[in-house]
């Protein structure tokens, strides 16, 4: 087939974008765990504001990507950023945040109230209840949390070499401008057995950190 025999002929170009288009799906998901592991948490002492929280996030999510990045474009070159890089992390780490935050809110919330009473009764602060308790039994839920956010937005970062952030879905826009099928089946193809890579990565990892009377609970989430 022409594009295995593009894809071996461009194999060091491929890697190249891989590892891009991993970087640039880090840096944003990293960050929207930094900013919705603590926000998920922040919110359970709130009900009002929780769901208020989680709407704002379930809208942002609703919002084509596309769209996104085009409104991106003008408020980010205010500043010189309207293409590239910074536009495409914040992209993404917006729609990571519904599923980082919910999954926090969530996991929290179920934490068994015998534990924290028992916790209680031990003498421990509402601070080391949540560092010591509440924290390590609701991370695998929070990794749950996480891997879909990944998970769904190597999708989504393909869509951002249209306002040139680079990454594996180079190969899908320069495939449809040049009208190169080999581009895009490579591009297309990439990006699809990178999600499931990852995806099976990330599930280990999930199964690693969750403790085996959680496992079905953890993973029904």
């Known amino acids: 087939m022409d594009w295995i025999q593009y894809a071996v002929g461009n194999?060091?170009?491929?890697l190249s974008r891989t590892i891009e288009h991993i970087a640039l799906v880090g840096v944003a998901v990293g960050i929207a765990t930094l900013t919705g592991v603590p926000i998920g948490i922040a919110i359970t002492k709130n009900e009002?504001?929780?769901k208020a929280v989680l709407y704002v996030a379930s809208i942002i999510v609703t919002v084509p990507s596309i769209a996104l990045f085009g409104i991106m474009i003008?408020?980010?070159?205010?500043?010189?950023?309207?293409i590239g890089y910074l536009p495409a992390v914040i992209a993404v780490l917006l729609y990571s945040q519904l599923p980082i935050i919910r999954n926090t809110y969530t996991a929290i919330n179920n934490v068994d109230p015998a534990l924290r009473e028992a916790a209680?009764?031990?003498?421990?602060?509402?601070?080391?209840?949540l560092r010591m308790v509440e924290i390590p039994l609701a991370v695998p839920v929070i990794m749950a949390g996480v891997r879909t956010a990944v998970v769904l937005n190597i999708g989504v970062m393909a869509i951002a070499a249209y306002i040139g952030a680079?990454?594996?879905g180079t190969f899908i826009?320069?495939?449809i401008s040049q009208s190169d099928p080999r581009q895009?089946?490579?591009?297309?193809?990439?990006?699809?057995?990178?999600?499931?890579?990852v995806d099976y990565s990330l599930l280990a990892l999930q199964?690693?950190?969750t403790p085996k009377g959680m496992e079905r609970a953890a993973f029904a989430e």
Request: glycine share 16%; no cysteine.
């Open 173 to 175: 826009s320069r495939g």
């Open 48 to 50: 009002r504001l929780a």
């Open 74 to 82: 003008p408020v980010l070159s205010l500043i010189g950023q309207g």
């Open 11 to 14: 194999i060091d170009l491929l």
């Open 184 to 197: 895009l089946i490579l591009g297309a193809l990439a990006v699809s057995l990178l999600a499931i890579l």
């Open 120 to 129: 209680r009764g031990i003498g421990m602060s509402q601070n080391q209840r």
């Open 207 to 209: 199964k690693r950190l």
């Open 166 to 168: 680079g990454g594996l």
